[in-house]
């Protein structure tokens, strides 16, 4: 049971470059989210979504862009990468419905020059 | 909104003592309250949550929380401490009036283990 798979683990890319982080869960869960981690921040909500062709902003949503077009797969793009997009990205899932433990992916270590 | 607080960065304890790490929310109500450890490189792990009921919660790996209504508090226990329980902790909260598991996050507290 492969659980939540992120792609990349690791990313380098230059200032306004864009790209994709890939996030794909096996579980059948509806609801769907990503997170950055940063030193002494916590992790902090980019972008939700509580099924297919819904999605919401969370607490960072600025310089990220979501859609989620299967109930599988949830990608966070980056149009201009910027240095401060620096990070740690977690995707989550879960079964839905408030209180739902989110089960994470092992993360994409994002480095922007 | 919800909050969470966990006053303490960095923690060191000893091999063989007992842990307690701090855990305060900020919600109107009883929020659902969770313990999550991350390993160094690796993803967010669920150690115990708390939804209602007994206010003593037991999770894997021998830990456990009180919730403390009085005090909006949801501390973390382990009566003694193994070498392999260094890694960082989270505690989150999620609202009860929400359709969906939209936790918000601590800033984690960095537990050290000393010989």
């Known amino acids: 049971n492969a659980g939540v798979t992120q792609t990349p683990k690791f990313q380098v890319l230059k200032t306004g470059q864009s790209m994709t982080l890939q996030c794909a869960q096996d579980m059948n869960h509806e609801y769907m989210s990503w997170y950055r981690q940063d030193p002494g921040m916590g992790l902090r909500l980019i972008h939700y979504s509580v099924g297919a062709g819904i999605t919401d902003q969370g607490e960072v949503p600025n310089g990220y862009n979501v859609s989620r077009s299967t109930t599988e797969d949830f990608p966070l793009r980056l149009l201009s990468a910027a240095p401060s997009q620096t990070s740690v990205y977690f995707c989550?899932?879960?079964?839905?419905?408030?209180?739902?433990?989110?089960?994470f992916g092992n993360g994409t270590r994002l480095t922007v020059t | 909104a919800q909050s969470v607080t966990q006053p303490d960065i960095h923690i060191t304890v000893s091999e063989g003592a007992s842990l307690e790490l701090r855990c305060n929310y900020s919600y109107g109500a009883t929020p659902y309250l969770f313990w999550y450890v991350q390993s160094p490189g690796q993803g967010l792990q669920l150690l115990l949550k708390y939804f209602s009921g007994d206010t003593l919660v037991q999770g894997i790996k021998g830990f456990e929380a009180e919730f403390k209504r009085s005090q909006s508090s949801f501390n973390l226990r382990k009566p003694s401490v193994h070498w392999s329980d260094a890694a960082e902790y989270f505690c989150a909260v999620g609202a009860t009036d929400s359709g969906y598991s939209t936790l918000t996050f601590g800033k984690g507290t960095m537990l050290l283990v000393s010989p």
């Open positions: 989550a899932s879960s079964y839905g419905g408030a209180g739902s433990p989110l089960h």
